[in-house]
């Protein structure tokens, strides 16, 4: 009877982390955005040439993450520069809850987040230093409320990604 109970609980635990996980590396950094395979029963991606030399593919990630409802919202972007993916980015902006603060403390670990000041109220960035990448969640405020942001770079990708900033941030300077 106690087996049966561990392999119950353990079920149950397997199954909840299955509802969590989402799986939204679709393609490997790198590769070219002909590398991305979707069903094509699903709505063709968009593809959103940049002034700075880079290409948006963004993919709404119910696509991908169809058993996760707590993203439904959130947008998936893929930046390739000179054709290779460069940066993977989540993007949910104002939405009434934190559940892409939750998701990225569930797959990247928990960090602080100060005392008394509920999750909403909260704005800020926290970073991840993984083995090939780095990993940054943000929540900010926009025009319209907040936008909840996990910036995903591979190492290997970084310099690629700098300049590319670097050219971003230099238009913007230029515009005011």
Excluded at 20 to 35: L, R, V
Excluded at 62 to 87: A, H, P, V
Excluded at 148 to 159: G, H, T, W
């Amino acid at each position: 009877m106690r087996k049966l109970l561990i392999y119950l609980l353990g079920f149950f635990v397997l199954a909840q982390t299955n509802v969590i996980a989402c799986n939204f590396k679709i393609a490997d950094f790198g590769t070219p955005k002909e590398s991305v395979k979707l069903d094509d029963s699903l709505i063709a991606p968009m593809l959103m040439p940049d002034r700075f030399g880079g290409e948006n593919l963004i993919i709404p990630l119910e696509q991908i993450c169809k058993s996760n409802e707590k993203l439904f919202g959130t947008q998936l972007i893929y930046l390739y520069i000179d054709n290779k993916l460069s940066r993977i980015q989540l993007y949910r902006p104002v939405m009434p809850d934190r559940n892409l603060m939750y998701f990225a403390m569930n797959k990247y670990g928990n960090f602080n987040l100060p005392k008394g000041l509920p999750k909403e109220k909260w704005r800020g960035n926290h970073v991840w230093n993984l083995n090939l990448e780095i990993v940054e969640y943000i929540v900010t405020d926009i025009h319209d409320g907040h936008v909840e942001i996990i910036d995903i770079v591979n190492k290997l990708y970084l310099p690629t990604i700098e300049n590319y900033n670097a050219k971003v941030g230099e238009w913007l300077d230029s515009t005011q």
